[in-house]
């Protein structure tokens, strides 16, 4: 079932999330081609915010589209996604240690420190879904503090690609309480200002989750997900 579409969004947003949606749902499966009128009368709209939205959905590499043959649901493999973890490694762990210079206080670190307490409560509640949301936006909340608009942009178009990955394996892999202490950690080493430790501690972080989530994917022969 799609999530609730948020009202206050334009037409073409709204269009984007239930598209997202359907993609990591896999209801728009890897490979599969489909028509612009097709899809809008799938979401009960009108063709142009439907456009207007897989152009946004085709900037951040989950589908492309084909004149005069309608969009095709891009497939992303084990070594797609290495690729995707590498440069936000960087991106993120570049973010982290500039966020460690910014001398925030803790109300301004609200955000972040919220994020991970959702974490931990989805994981004492074993509610997978709750941790992948909160840990979705501890890491917008942390390229966000890192105050680099660019490495903000390219960030939110990469990260898509590890959210639909991590759909997938999300209930294969361990427990991710390894992954909420990365987070408190790199939080402290922010709060504390000590950049040379926010950026290490984050960059272990993304190595670890990008052989863990490869290895998933290579182990359950999911070449094309």
Request: no cysteine.
């Amino acid at each position: 079932m799609n999530k609730p579409i948020q009202k206050n969004l334009s037409n073409s947003q709204r269009a984007a999330g239930a598209l997202r949606d359907l993609i990591f749902s896999g209801e728009l499966s890897a490979g599969s081609d489909h028509l612009e009128s097709e899809l809008a009368v799938r979401l009960g709209m009108s063709r142009t915010p439907v456009r207007e939205a897989v152009l946004v959905l085709e900037s951040q590499g989950l589908l492309e589209v084909r004149p005069r043959k309608g969009v095709r649901i891009l497939p992303i493999s084990p070594d797609d996604m290495r690729e995707v973890y590498e440069v936000l490694t960087v991106l993120e762990s570049l973010a982290a240690t500039n966020a460690a210079t910014a001398n925030y206080s803790d109300d301004q670190l609200a955000a972040l420190n919220n994020a991970i307490e959702q974490m931990d409560a989805a994981i004492q509640q074993d509610d997978r879904l709750a941790w992948a949301k909160a840990d979705d936006q501890f890491h917008r909340e942390l390229v966000r503090l890192g105050g680099n608009k660019r490495v903000i942009e390219i960030a939110e178009r990469m990260s898509d690609q590890v959210r639909r990955a991590r759909a997938v394996t999300l209930f294969m892999r361990p427990k991710p309480t390894k992954s909420n202490e990365d987070h408190r950690a790199v939080f402290n080493a922010i709060r504390n200002g000590n950049p040379e430790e926010a950026g290490d501690r984050h960059r272990q972080h993304r190595e670890h989750a990008k052989d863990e989530l490869v290895g998933l994917l290579t182990k359950f022969r999911l070449s094309r997900i």
